[in-house]
């Protein structure tokens, strides 16, 4: 999950992925997890919270 993070920090880096809204990520175990775009970049930033 280290990698997929990284991974989602670069690619939704300022100026990427604009039209991007909603990044769905399905697990080897069936698990889905949705994540939206704008709350990740503030994650990313250090201004948020995943749920």
Request: hydrophobic share 40%; no cysteine; aromatic share 10%.
């Amino acid at each position: 999950m280290t990698d997929v993070w990284a991974g989602l920090k670069a690619a939704l880096q300022d100026g990427r992925a604009k039209t991007l809204t909603t990044i769905i990520i399905r697990f080897y175990t069936g698990e889905i997890k949705r994540y939206d775009v704008d709350k990740l970049r503030l994650v990313f930033k250090g201004k948020g919270k995943t749920t």
